[in-house]
């Protein structure tokens, strides 16, 4: 690991900021900033130079209006983002702002040309999301992890096994120092404001300190002092010689100006790629000015909006492409290079009456205290061919990551399984219905078990028991991966772990309760209605009931991954309805047409049924009590050879059941896992 700076960042609460405004319009802009900067506290080192470069930059969408044809999102359009520089990246609605930053992040790998370099070199994407983050637009945590357990998980998932667990937690404690999460490091994420969400989304990629972080829309749903705080961190951050990128849609004046690069889009073309002070005297030199007492940010995005005139639009994006933007810049920097050394900046008259902050003011607060850094290899990020989207494009071998394998799986078990117990909904209350439903059953269908006369009733009993079983396993697995999805991808991307650990680790951390809760409510069943009192057949039963558990719970699995919230939420109960239809409850196989016979063989619920009855009525079972004489026809289902004989199943075979119960299981979930790997990747 590397050195820690001496120098320290600390985040202004909004108590702070307020008595900086409430000083008055006589406080001049250096004696705020050093106010706010004797405040702050960093402990993160300092970050080899790794600019981005992209050249050329294609990327295109299938038209919905016409089947073959493309809509182009980018076109053609290069920049270069560079370390120690916070970059915006703005446009209007639909400008292309977001697709650059999905495809400079790695999240966007299809349907894209043209080059994406780091240090001159074709970047290598596996390195590349190793030693970068992306930190989306929403703030998706898991509610139940208090920010310290969060911090914990990535810092054991994302720094290397042998760092002493010790200094991990060191790691941690200063990270939570610096963004001024300390005194809430016991709180559930379910518990944070919006801006605390906001930085315990940063805290959470900061623990292997990326070099290269990209931020979509950072600032939205905060209010202006937790976005002030945000904008100061992001500043502080690329002060430390990392390459800060963000999308932000319209920001404040003073938020503006605390950005040292702006890459304008509209269309998918460049308006705009400069430092940000740049921005209105070049514009003025277009004969667009910037009108008194006017937002800047709102300016050009009117501009970039065309509501100046689409004329002018036409004339920015061709003085881009004809490299007049680039000479303006040049002559302003030499005509400016004594100025730029100066760390605070005073109003400039060139910038009209627009409001001015210092956009380099923090750059003075990191300096190294040890050279002995160490630094992460340029070479890591460069490859001699192309971009090699195709090895990511799905999972990776665990060794790629910074933990093993079983490391992964253990600390996502353990995450995961924390949360399932503090989850009232999930938890409780599916307790709560077994054991109610249960002997609700019980009571209604009591002591029928062992009577001859109520023998098509106690099948419904016990077909009941898959029904009840079925539904309650499936419905709540069918949002489990819809409610994850976009933390998994976010994670898997951010190369937290690989999507073979994530999946073994969620699927088994619900198993145990997918297996007791069928034990507890079979229990209940089985001996309220008076079923044969012999204990293996109770354990066939049980077994039965625990793998239709499985089995629906893997089913359910699979639709979530596959599908959308809302789709999984229909399509769940929907699938259960031909299960249940062909099961050989209410048909008998004989009387299904023949065209239509093989769904049977698809119904993992007519094994379920056809096993329990086995189980109750099979294994030549003792003749049950009939309470009147032996030769009424009431008494006709006294032996069980007869009972299974009506129903249907008297050529079953109870390992049979089992095995294919087995087999729908490991196929479900091995499809499962496919399923949702090819689904991480189609988000791609």
Wanted: aromatic share 10%; hydrophobic share 40%.
């Amino acid at each position: 690991m590397a050195e820690l700076l001496s120098v320290h960042v600390h985040i202004p609460q909004k108590d702070d900021i307020w008595q900086l405004k409430s000083q008055g319009p006589g406080l001049s802009r250096n004696s705020s900033a050093q106010q706010f900067d004797n405040k702050l506290k960093y402990n993160l080192p300092r970050k080899r130079t790794l600019d981005i470069e992209f050249r050329d930059l294609k990327y295109s969408v299938k038209d919905g209006h016409h089947k073959k044809g493309r809509k182009e999102i980018l076109k053609g359009i290069s920049g270069r983002f560079k370390s120690g520089e916070l970059t915006a990246i703005m446009g209007p609605s639909g400008a292309g702002k977001s697709s650059l930053m999905n495809i400079l992040a790695g999240y966007r790998i299809s349907d894209i040309e043209g080059d994406i370099l780091v240090k001159g070199k074709t970047r290598n994407l596996r390195s590349f999301r190793k030693y970068s983050c992306y930190i989306m637009q929403d703030d998706h945590l898991l509610p139940h992890l208090s920010v310290e357990e969060a911090m914990m998980c990535s810092a054991n998932l994302k720094l290397d096994e042998s760092m002493p667990q010790a200094d991990k937690e060191k790691e941690v404690h200063d990270i939570l120092e610096t963004l001024g999460l300390s005194e809430h490091k016991k709180t559930r994420a379910s518990n944070l404001s919006g801006g605390q969400r906001k930085r315990l989304s940063i805290a959470l990629e900061m623990v292997n300190n990326p070099p290269i972080m990209f931020f979509d829309e950072p600032t939205s749903g905060l209010d202006s002092s937790s976005c002030f705080q945000c904008i100061s961190l992001l500043k502080n951050l690329a002060a430390g010689g990392r390459v800060i990128i963000c999308t932000i849609h319209q920001p404040s004046a003073k938020l503006f100006m605390m950005f040292d690069h702006l890459y304008m889009l509209t269309d998918g073309e460049v308006l705009y790629k400069g430092g940000v002070k740049q921005m209105l005297p070049y514009l003025k030199s277009m004969g667009l000015e910037c009108p008194p007492y006017n937002n800047p940010a709102d300016y050009v995005m009117e501009v970039a909006a065309g509501d100046s005139g689409e004329e002018n639009v036409h004339m920015l994006m061709n003085s881009v492409k004809s490299g007049n933007l680039d000479k303006f810049l040049a002559n302003e920097t030499v005509n400016n290079s004594n100025r730029s050394s100066n760390t605070s900046i005073n109003t400039e008259s060139e910038l009209g009456d627009c409001i001015q902050i210092d956009a380099n003011e923090n750059t003075k607060l990191l300096a190294v205290s040890d050279g002995n850094a160490s630094y992460i290899p340029a070479d890591d990020f460069m490859t001699d061919g192309q971009d090699n989207s195709s090895e990511i494009a799905g999972d990776h071998e665990c060794h790629t990551f910074n933990t093993s394998c079983f490391t992964q799986f253990k600390i996502l078990f353990i995450r995961t399984f924390m949360s399932i117990m503090r989850d009232a909904t999930l938890t409780r209350l599916r307790l709560i219905s077994h054991l109610t439903v249960g002997i609700l059953i019980g009571v209604l269908y009591l002591g029928i078990g062992n009577e001859a006369t109520k023998v098509f009733n106690n099948a419904g009993c016990l077909f009941f028991c898959m029904l009840f079983l079925m539904f309650s396993a499936l419905m709540p697995t069918v949002l489990t991966f819809p409610m994850e999805m976009t933390v998994c991808v976010r994670e898997h991307l951010n190369y937290w772990y690989s999507l073979k650990a994530y999946y073994l680790a969620k699927t088994m951390a619900d198993m145990p309760f997918q297996i007791i809760f069928p034990l507890i409510y079979g229990s209940i069943v089985y001996w309220m209605t008076s079923q044969p009192s012999d204990f293996m057949r109770f354990v066939m039963f049980l077994t039965l009931l625990t793998q239709t558990s499985l089995v629906a719970q893997s089913l359910g699995l699979l639709i979530g991954a596959a599908t959308s919230l809302q789709v999984a939420v229909f399509l769940g109960p929907i699938t259960g309805i031909p299960l249940l239809m062909f099961s050989g409850f209410f048909v008998n196989f004989d009387t299904i047409p023949i065209y239509l016979q093989w769904i049977t063989y698809m119904s993992y619920i007519s094994y379920a049924f056809e096993g329990v009855l086995q189980a109750v009525y099979g294994f030549d079972r003792e003749a049950l009590e009939c309470e009147k004489a032996a030769q009424s026809p009431e008494c006709r289902y006294m032996k069980s050879e007869t009972i299974l004989t009506e129903l249907d199943v008297d050529d079953a075979k109870f390992y049979v059941d089992f095995i294919v119960l087995c087999v729908f299981f490991i196929v479900l979930r091995v499809s499962c896992y496919f399923v949702l790997r090819w689904r991480v990747k189609a988000q791609r």
